[in-house]
């Protein structure tokens, strides 16, 4: 296990941690001004900026993209949405290697409204990943699956365990040396996964493990999407979870990725950044 | 698949669901009235009134007592705890045989205030369960392992999945005839897990569901606790699941559990089960 102490440099701060109150450059120069290695962007920051520049500023800030987020959600009830997320997600995968991104992060979507067939949902998304794995190939960007908590089986994502993903990236692309297909590991949403060591062993096997996400579940936790805790607020053992990440051969970097309405988004980006640099180092 | 339309008798309704607004003995005159079979009931209704007046009420009302709930939380800090909890349990196991209960609800409980120590909460569950179920079995009383939605890990129940509940089960009972330890399969808890099919299947094979619980999932759902659907309010497939849990030989009553502090709790209790009489026959 790697020690984050005095390291940051192996440590990412997805920008949903600091509420997008910058404009992207002053949240380039924030992140970089304060030691970490790397960032994670969102589509609503670059989508009709400058991409070129944006990657221009981040590489002579000194900083890596981790990952560029997020897919359109693949479910649809009809063909036409279908191809039209599909579109999109190409789009995406276009902007992500102008990015020189690690990774596309996949939220893949769940039940499109008024449907109740999550098992059609689950097939979508099989085909969907197998068609848009095509275009990240041509582009040279890894796909990341993020299997999403539970909770949000019905209306953001159908990837609900480790176990389920990694099953939906063998079928697809079967046992490779170098996957272009992977999963995005976020404590938050797997940790009380019994199954979690068998399955991140398994991912690292499978060289599959492209992004280590933290952040902590607060206990108690007053709301489904914008609650998540800064590291060390919550009850999740997040340096039992890294241990496993690492020992499956993960040398990437630990990325921070805090939804909080109503706590860190409100504060300043710099208390934010420096909350995030301290915890990253003394409870990950 | 059994017919559930007509056949209100195979239907059983959870007092929670009425948010405890009448004292027990007008609950169960209200349930029997509609035409349901069965009741389940819980503790804060029972302890510390006569129970044997209480059974003689259900059974001249012509209802069966499908379950009691619930256990207290297992996991502890301390030896004391640990043993507190099991007496108290030990009690409730009394009071279900004194009821005829169909089983005794397991909510196993989570991490103790301060540990994060999943895993530890995990094996202090099999050895209190391994330790019940002697009382269990002197008493004539079922043991019915919930699992509980992952979103409730970190603070009501480290049995987070069917497999995990039926993996202990395994462990602890193994492969015997009549199983005194099992399941009861909330469709709100387990609806998402992609494994439910083969899950289902396996703990028909072993005999060991032993109850089946249906509300549905609110899209949006604005409370972690209290904010559970009617059936047909929400994005879960109860006909389908039902199909499942009945096709793995489950003949036992068809639940209706229902926290919703917000609406339903608030409607007159009349109001509440003819709506659930209504939607029984239709969406489930």
Redesign the interface.
């Known amino acids: 296990m790697r020690e984050l102490a005095g390291h940051l440099e192996l440590c990412s701060i997805n920008t949903a941690t600091l509420g997008y109150q910058l404009p992207v450059g002053e949240t380039i120069e924030a992140i970089a001004r304060r030691g970490f290695g790397a960032l994670s962007l969102w589509r609503r920051e670059v989508e009709g900026e400058d991409v070129a520049a944006i990657a221009r500023h981040i590489s002579d800030s000194g900083l890596q993209v981790a990952s560029y987020c997020r897919s359109s959600y693949i479910p649809a009830l009809t063909a036409e949405q279908f191809e039209a997320a599909h579109s999109d997600n190409c789009r995406a995968l276009d902007t992500a290697a102008k990015l020189g991104a690690g990774c596309f992060v996949m939220v893949v979507g769940s ?1 499109p409204t008024g ?4 098992g059609r949902a ?1 097939i979508q998304v099989a085909e969907g990943v197998t068609h848009l794995l095509w275009h990240a190939k041509a582009v040279g960007v890894r796909l990341a699956l993020e299997p999403l ?3 949000y ?3 953001r994502s159908c990837l ?2 480790l ?2 993903a990694l099953d939906i990236a063998d079928m697809i692309e079967g046992n490779v040396e170098d996957p272009w297909l992977g999963v995005a590991l976020d404590a938050y949403h797997v ?5 979690l060591p068998e399955q991140t062993a398994r991912a690292g096997r499978a060289r599959r493990i492209f992004a280590h996400h933290v952040s902590d ?1 607060l ?3 007053t709301d ?1 999407l914008n609650d998540r805790g800064m590291m060390g607020d ?4 997040l340096k ?1 979870i890294r241990a496993m990440v690492e020992a499956a051969s993960y040398s990437g970097m630990v990325e921070v990725e805090i939804f909080s309405a109503a706590n860190w988004w409100k504060r300043p980006v710099e208390d934010t950044l420096a909350v995030c640099a301290q915890r990253l180092q003394r409870d990950c």
Request: overall charge negative; cysteine-free; proline content about 10%.
């Open positions: 039940l449907s109740q067939d999550l689950r908590h539970p909770m089986a019905a209306d609900n365990t176990e389920q940790w009380w996964d019994p199954k579940w206990v108690p936790t489904f919550g009850v999740i053992d039992a």
